[in-house]
């Protein structure tokens, strides 16, 4: 409904009006719906050092501009909210540029619906959240963090986490510039400039035009590197004095950057470099520099009629680099239709291209795709067409070229090439709102998003240049070709994701206003059109790409148990309730409790994975996950104290989780089945004097798989089950708890923030990770291996870790700068803390499992990230 104000004089409205505008919603219709009555008397907005407890019917929290500022230059969103209660991050670098890890209530990132403006930014197939290629922290007016729920219009496939939004500033009605340079260690350098035009018509139109550069190394090696750029720019247009309007906003934001994450511990022999190797979870920091094999050549010398083999220049994991181009056009409008009757539309297009993976080893020869075989010797010969079987093509994982790379006459050869995971997306989607005023105290709102992402995903293969550099971190860009003329690639699809979603909401004020009721359902109806122009030779995805019909129709017939190229239609419908209470005992003391569910459709990888079995069977079927979420809670709201604090339940049926391996260069997929997930959040933020504010937060978190998984079966057809049965999720904390505190003695304000993250399971089954062999459950033979067989390497869990940050800044007004001139000293990891950063968990850890014998042969532990060291930087800031 209408906010009203009550106010003494035009400096309290002003103040007001400001606080008002802060949305704890997400799209335009959601801001609008969430608007309440504020009654003032002289009193600021209830905000305590940038940390909000909004009154609302769901567990919320809001982190202002005042907070957001403070954190290191450049800072990525996500890091900023790890001091939310229930949000747990682990970042990769201490300037947020080199992605990171997100964790909400023991959810992925990938359950988690991240917008900006409304917009989603999860990734359309997979879901993924890229935590590098976020907003400028400078044009964040706030961010807000729905725990375990969405709003009724998310336009989301896979939110049962919960939601994070965040909105960008509004430009300023007077004409002003701020500029800031940064500089810090691992060759930290970063500026940001901003112009806001002020009104440049009488009818208030009015802009901001922004630009930013970044650039540093990366800490654990003497490699990598990380360049970022990114442009923003609004347009805002007031329309009459009803708060309606209309505005346009674009963003370029564009990364260059190399993987780096575990790996073992610099050695007289060097480093075995790579995410398969058996030291990926770290345990101790003797040493933080790390040896690569750089500077190389991947020159060697040609001989005809003799084979050579390709050079590990540039396969190194530090050089695999993960650029990004992302873009996004968004608009955002209201439209009040006399007093009762409001309109908002919010259209947008995205846009990314962007790739992730290594090198790959080509072999100049073609291929015997018989699997009889009988034809391999002619498959190295130069003449066209020699050996029917004999074909070019990306098969068993590796480029066949069937033409001379090197220039030696003969096609006997292995040459190194890069071959990442190429994506482009073209995303279109609108979420509008119609509000109708029933009454002072009865409003109801309809509301329709649609969502359309056309995802291309392939896998082109590039040249690298004589040292490990590839001459286009792209390959799409200019694509190698086969000698039939066949462009080479790991894979070749084409999907559309599709969300149409009617919704509808009412709110109601009763008693005075003390109770607020809202009551809400919205019906997603998803579609994933996907087409696998590759056949898919295993249940976990793997395929084999040729690329024209003749070939196709060879390689079907002499393979019959791969599924070949195809399309497919996968469609989930339900309908969603979402309602929720708030009772005000006093204007200050609230209860609050919500119930939701939620859904979330299986990522295209899992989808693709389908296409393996005949389309008749259970598994050409994934089912989606839903999940039953009821928080209740309290909150007490003043002046100078926001507390919240609330309990929560979410029950999980078919719980799909995914990892990332980098060796596969994709998700792997493991179904829990049904998982338990309850907690408990908590928060205080109080400001006994103008110059100290305190702000202390924790929650506790415990998930429970219901029942064993089943991982196969041994000789004689028995099942194989992970005993997965009353364990936690891999990769989500125990607990988490920590604080802030913060003074201002004149000039200079001093914050320090500490915060404790709690053990992680590093699989599913709550097991410790080993070197060697053993007999799993139910293998036949039965039988027990020595002790010395298997040798343990990590814990049952990554240990807990303290990361204590520190931001100190004094203003220079008092050299006779401007008052708004500052500058700004950030210490990441105070303490310089050794710790596992982010990593995604398994089900158990990887084996083999030999059928006749009934031993298991361990694999590699999980991927992880180590924790960012402890960086140093300092920031000048100019406003005028």
Same mark, same amino acid.
């Given at each position: 409904?209408?906010?009203?104000?009550?106010?003494?004089?035009?400096?309290?409205?002003?103040?007001?009006?400001?606080?008002?505008?802060?949305?704890?919603?997400?799209?335009?219709?959601?801001?609008?719906?969430?608007?309440?009555?504020? @009654?003032?008397?002289?009193? +600021?907005?209830?905000?305590?050092?940038?940390?909000?407890?909004?009154?609302?019917?769901?567990?919320?929290?809001?982190?202002?501009?005042?907070?957001?500022? +403070?954190? &290191?230059?450049?800072?990525?969103?996500?890091?900023?909210?790890?001091?939310?209660?229930?949000?747990?991050?682990?970042?990769?670098?201490?300037?947020? #540029?080199?992605?990171?890890?997100?964790?909400?209530?023991?959810?992925?990132?990938?359950?988690?619906?991240?917008?900006?403006?409304?917009?989603?930014?999860?990734?359309?197939?997979?879901?993924?959240?890229?935590? &590098?290629?976020?907003?400028?922290?400078?044009?964040?007016?706030?961010?807000?963090?729905?725990?375990?729920?969405?709003?009724?219009?998310?336009?989301?496939?896979?939110?049962?986490?919960?939601?994070?939004?965040?909105?960008?500033?509004?430009?300023?009605?007077?004409?002003?510039?701020?500029?800031?340079?940064?500089?810090?260690?691992?060759?930290?350098?970063?500026?940001?400039?901003?112009?806001?035009?002020?009104?440049?018509?009488?009818?208030?139109?009015?802009?901001?035009?922004?630009?930013?550069?970044?650039?540093?190394?990366?800490?654990?090696?003497?490699?990598?590197?990380?360049?970022?750029?990114?442009?923003?720019?609004?347009?805002?247009?007031?329309?009459?004095?009803?708060?309606?309007?209309?505005?346009?906003?674009?963003?370029?934001?564009?990364?260059?950057?190399?993987?780096?994450?575990?790996?073992?511990?610099?050695?007289?022999?060097?480093?075995?470099?790579?995410?398969?190797?058996?030291?990926?979870?770290?345990?101790?920091?003797?040493?933080?520099?790390?040896?690569?094999?750089?500077?190389?050549?991947?020159?060697?010398?040609?001989?005809?009629?003799?084979?050579?083999?390709?050079?590990?220049?540039?396969?190194?994991? $530090?050089?695999?680099?993960?650029?990004?181009?992302?873009?996004?056009?968004?608009? #955002?409008?209201?439209?009040?239709?006399?007093?009762?009757?409001?309109?908002?539309?919010?259209?947008?297009?995205?846009?990314?291209?962007?790739?992730?993976?290594?090198?790959?080893?080509?072999?100049?020869?073609?291929? $015997?795709?018989?699997?009889?075989?009988?034809?391999?010797?002619?498959?190295?010969?130069?003449?066209?067409?020699?050996?029917?079987?004999?074909?070019?093509?990306?098969?068993?994982?590796?480029?066949?070229?069937? %033409? $001379?790379?090197?220039?030696?006459?003969?096609?006997?050869? #292995?040459?190194?090439?890069?071959?990442?995971?190429?994506?482009?997306?073209?995303?279109?989607?609108?979420?509008?709102?119609?509000?109708?005023?029933?009454?002072?105290?009865?409003?109801?709102?309809?509301?329709?998003?649609?969502?359309?992402?056309?995802?291309?995903?392939?896998?082109?293969?590039?040249?690298?240049?004589?040292?490990?550099?590839?001459?286009?971190?792209?390959?799409?860009?200019?694509?190698?070709?086969?000698?039939?003329?066949?462009?080479?690639?790991?894979? *070749?699809?084409? #999907?559309?994701?599709?969300?149409?979603?009617?919704?509808?909401?009412?709110?109601?004020?009763?008693?005075?206003?003390?109770?607020?009721?809202?009551?809400?359902?919205?019906?997603?109806?998803?579609?994933?059109?996907?087409?696998?122009?590759?056949?898919?030779?295993?249940?976990?995805?793997?395929?084999?790409?040729?690329?024209?019909?003749?070939?196709?129709?060879? *390689?079907?017939?002499?393979?019959?148990?791969?599924?070949?190229?195809?399309?497919?239609?996968?469609?989930?419908? %339900?309908?969603?309730?979402?309602?929720?209470?708030?009772?005000?005992?006093?204007?200050?003391?609230?209860?609050? /409790?919500?119930?939701?569910?939620?859904?979330?459709?299986?990522?295209?990888?899992?989808?693709?994975?389908?296409?393996?079995?005949?389309?008749?069977?259970?598994?050409?079927?994934?089912?989606?996950?839903?999940?039953?979420?009821?928080?209740?809670?309290?909150?007490?709201?003043?002046?100078?104290?926001?507390?919240?604090?609330?309990?929560?339940?979410?029950?999980?049926?078919?719980?799909?989780?995914?990892?990332?391996?980098?060796?596969?260069?994709? =998700?792997?997929?493991?179904?829990?089945?049904?998982?338990?997930?309850?907690?408990?959040?908590?928060?205080?933020?109080?400001?006994?004097?103008?110059?100290?504010?305190?702000? @202390?937060?924790?929650?506790?978190? %415990?998930?429970?798989?219901?029942?064993?998984?089943?991982?196969?079966?041994?000789?004689?057809?028995?099942?194989?089950?992970?005993?997965?049965?009353?364990?936690?999720?891999?990769?989500?904390?125990?607990?988490?708890?920590?604080?802030?505190?913060?003074?201002?003695?004149?000039?200079?304000?001093?914050?320090?923030?500490?915060?404790?993250?709690?053990?992680?399971?590093?699989? $599913?089954?709550?097991?410790?990770?080993?070197?060697?062999?053993?007999?799993?459950?139910?293998?036949?033979?039965?039988?027990?291996?020595?002790?010395?067989?298997?040798?343990?390497?990590?814990?049952?869990?990554?240990?807990?870790?303290?990361?204590? =940050?520190?931001? /100190?800044?004094?203003?220079?007004?008092?050299?006779?700068?401007?008052?708004?001139?500052?500058?700004?000293? &950030?210490?990441?990891?105070?303490?310089?803390?050794?710790?596992?950063?982010?990593?995604?968990?398994?089900?158990?850890?990887?084996?083999?499992?030999?059928?006749?014998?009934?031993?298991?042969?361990?694999?590699?532990?999980?991927?992880?990230?180590?924790?960012?060291? +402890?960086?140093?930087?300092?920031?000048?800031?100019?406003?005028?």
């Amino acid at each position: 409904m209408k906010i009203r104000y009550q106010l003494a004089a035009s400096a309290v409205a002003l103040t007001i009006c400001s606080f008002s505008s802060a949305a704890f919603a997400q799209s335009t219709g959601s801001v609008d719906f969430e608007d309440e009555v504020i @009654v003032v008397s002289g009193s +600021r907005s209830q905000d305590v050092a940038g940390i909000q407890a909004p009154d609302s019917t769901k567990a919320k929290a809001v982190l202002t501009q005042e907070l957001i500022e +403070r954190q &290191n230059p450049g800072q990525t969103i996500l890091d900023t909210i790890n001091v939310i209660p229930g949000v747990n991050f682990q970042n990769n670098d201490a300037y947020g #540029s080199s992605g990171g890890t997100l964790n909400i209530r023991g959810f992925d990132s990938s359950r988690i619906s991240l917008t900006f403006d409304g917009v989603p930014l999860n990734d359309s197939g997979n879901y993924a959240i890229y935590s &590098n290629q976020q907003l400028d922290p400078e044009l964040i007016e706030q961010v807000n963090v729905n725990l375990g729920t969405t709003d009724v219009d998310s336009p989301t496939a896979s939110a049962v986490g919960g939601t994070v939004n965040y909105r960008t500033l509004t430009p300023t009605e007077d004409f002003g510039v701020k500029l800031s340079g940064s500089i810090g260690e691992y060759n930290f350098m970063r500026a940001f400039g901003l112009v806001n035009t002020g009104n440049l018509t009488s009818f208030g139109t009015r802009a901001f035009f922004s630009a930013s550069m970044a650039s540093n190394d990366n800490p654990f090696n003497n490699y990598g590197v990380v360049d970022k750029q990114q442009y923003n720019a609004k347009i805002y247009q007031p329309i009459g004095v009803d708060g309606d309007f209309i505005a346009i906003a674009g963003n370029y934001n564009q990364n260059r950057n190399n993987f780096f994450g575990s790996l073992p511990l610099r050695s007289d022999a060097g480093r075995v470099v790579g995410a398969g190797s058996g030291n990926r979870f770290p345990a101790n920091n003797d040493e933080r520099e790390y040896l690569i094999n750089y500077p190389c050549s991947t020159a060697v010398a040609a001989v005809a009629g003799t084979a050579q083999s390709a050079t590990s220049c540039g396969t190194e994991f $530090d050089r695999r680099y993960n650029p990004s181009n992302t873009g996004s056009i968004r608009g #955002s409008s209201k439209f009040s239709f006399g007093e009762k009757l409001t309109l908002t539309v919010d259209p947008s297009y995205q846009y990314v291209k962007a790739n992730g993976g290594g090198t790959v080893t080509a072999r100049e020869a073609r291929r $015997d795709i018989d699997p009889t075989g009988g034809t391999a010797a002619n498959c190295t010969t130069v003449v066209s067409g020699t050996g029917v079987n004999c074909q070019a093509g990306y098969l068993g994982g590796s480029p066949f070229f069937g %033409k $001379d790379l090197n220039g030696d006459g003969d096609i006997l050869d #292995s040459v190194t090439m890069i071959a990442p995971s190429q994506t482009q997306t073209h995303r279109y989607g609108v979420i509008s709102s119609l509000r109708y005023e029933i009454n002072d105290t009865n409003s109801v709102r309809l509301a329709y998003t649609f969502d359309r992402a056309r995802h291309r995903q392939t896998g082109e293969v590039g040249l690298l240049d004589v040292n490990g550099e590839p001459f286009d971190v792209f390959p799409v860009n200019n694509p190698q070709a086969a000698a039939n003329g066949v462009t080479l690639q790991k894979r *070749n699809r084409l #999907s559309y994701a599709i969300l149409q979603q009617i919704s509808g909401e009412y709110r109601g004020e009763f008693m005075d206003d003390a109770l607020v009721v809202t009551a809400g359902v919205r019906a997603p109806f998803f579609k994933r059109d996907l087409t696998n122009y590759c056949f898919t030779s295993s249940a976990g995805g793997f395929v084999e790409c040729f690329g024209n019909d003749t070939q196709n129709t060879l *390689n079907a017939g002499l393979n019959p148990t791969q599924a070949g190229p195809q399309n497919r239609v996968f469609k989930y419908n %339900k309908v969603l309730p979402n309602v929720g209470f708030n009772y005000k005992f006093t204007p200050e003391f609230s209860m609050f /409790a919500s119930f939701a569910q939620g859904l979330s459709v299986p990522g295209t990888d899992s989808l693709y994975n389908a296409f393996f079995f005949p389309i008749t069977t259970a598994g050409a079927r994934p089912a989606p996950e839903t999940t039953d979420s009821v928080d209740v809670g309290v909150r007490y709201r003043s002046g100078n104290i926001q507390a919240q604090a609330s309990g929560w339940l979410t029950k999980f049926q078919n719980r799909l989780a995914s990892a990332y391996d980098p060796e596969l260069d994709q =998700n792997v997929y493991r179904n829990l089945g049904n998982v338990d997930k309850y907690g408990i959040d908590g928060s205080i933020s109080y400001r006994p004097i103008p110059e100290l504010a305190v702000y @202390v937060f924790g929650s506790v978190m %415990k998930s429970e798989i219901k029942n064993n998984v089943a991982i196969g079966e041994n000789a004689n057809g028995t099942p194989v089950f992970a005993a997965t049965a009353g364990q936690r999720e891999a990769g989500s904390p125990k607990y988490s708890f920590g604080g802030t505190l913060r003074g201002e003695v004149g000039p200079v304000e001093i914050g320090i923030t500490a915060k404790r993250t709690g053990p992680r399971n590093i699989f $599913d089954t709550g097991e410790a990770t080993y070197t060697g062999s053993y007999v799993p459950t139910g293998a036949v033979p039965s039988g027990t291996l020595g002790t010395s067989s298997r040798t343990q390497i990590f814990g049952e869990t990554a240990p807990a870790y303290w990361l204590v =940050n520190l931001d /100190a800044s004094i203003n220079l007004g008092f050299l006779g700068l401007n008052d708004k001139t500052r500058f700004q000293v &950030n210490v990441y990891n105070l303490f310089d803390q050794f710790y596992v950063g982010g990593f995604g968990g398994g089900l158990f850890q990887s084996a083999t499992y030999n059928r006749t014998t009934g031993v298991a042969a361990y694999g590699g532990p999980g991927f992880v990230q180590i924790g960012a060291p +402890r960086t140093v930087s300092g920031t000048v800031t100019f406003a005028f």
